[in-house]
């Protein structure tokens, strides 16, 4: 059996709910800006939005694709907060035969930086030097390889938590101590980057299918040397060149394609893609931008549905 | 609506086209809470989730 619960307030999302065939899901876990944006949107422009908390509900996996659409729309926008939340009921939603965006390979690849990196190399888009280790005696060797300043990055995480830059040896060892301290097998697996010289911003591109619909400049927040927003980094207008789109294409491609936010920073010799967000944040970037990326996303989701 | 801080009983007030899931802070203490809406259209308080090691985008 599928649990979802009908409240008055999803009733109220489906206004419009006739004025197109299909009903397109929202499964989220926690309203943010962007949710609100997209909730927003679906009725602005008369598109049926079904949303659910995966908070509030239990799955049995072998429910029929009927009932998991009847419960989840036939197109479901993935929005989880929670990284592996949000993959595990992709899994389940995809098995059951619903389209999900983003897709579990898109959302798997872009929520490790480790898979991330691969599939980047693999498609030949640069991107900064990268060693991995997995103890933390061949950690501190590959940062001593890489060179100081060195940025140590866990593989599962957002919002630069527990992203560092570490400027010698002694400092890189008490970083690698202080994870090895923390029970999580992830933290244990060891990515190291060299820092880019860069000027101290990055840059922000939102693809959305085959469109690449905006791009910002992410500035850091005064002392803070990470641009997320979410650590107080501020946007401004960057300019959409034809380079930058053709890397944005080439980066989402690599991934799985969907509905994505590509990083990239202004290397010496280039650009050089750092991440690409499966479940982007777009508040920063909207403050830049004249598109509704919220609309461009419904949009997308009922062309796909169509298909 | 308006509502008590579960954790400093101050006065809070809940926007009336909040969305269920959206989270309000107490002005005092900053403590957070998840806006749930029942099925017949009550609004209750529920302390919100706190930041998970996975959380992001």
Redesign the interface.
Known sequence: MVKW??????SREKTGANNLMVTIGLI????RWE??AL?NASKKAGISLK?V?A?KIYINPSENTKTFQEAFGSIVIQRC?????GLHITAILENAGLTVINSFRTSLTC?NKLFTTLALTKAGILSPKTLVAFTPETALEASDKVGYPAVLKPV????G?LVALVKDRESTQAIIEAREEIR?ALLHIYYVQEFVKRPPRDIRIIVIGKEVVAASYRHPPPGEWRTNV?RGGTSKPCPVTNELKELALKASEAVGGGVL?VDCMEGPNGFLVHEV?????FRGISSTTEVDIAKKVLEYAVGVAKK | MKAKCLECDADLEIPDDAVNGEIVSCPDCGTDFEVSIKDNGEMELKPAEIEGEDWGE
Not at chain 1, 28 to 31: F, H, M, P
Not at chain 1, 277 to 281: H, S, V
């Open positions: 619960s009908l409240s008055p307030l999803k989220y876990d926690r309203i949710e609100k909730i949303t908390d908070k907060i929670g990284y592996f939340r929520g599962v995480g957002s919002w938590r999580n979410a936010a967000n499966g479940t982007m944040e």
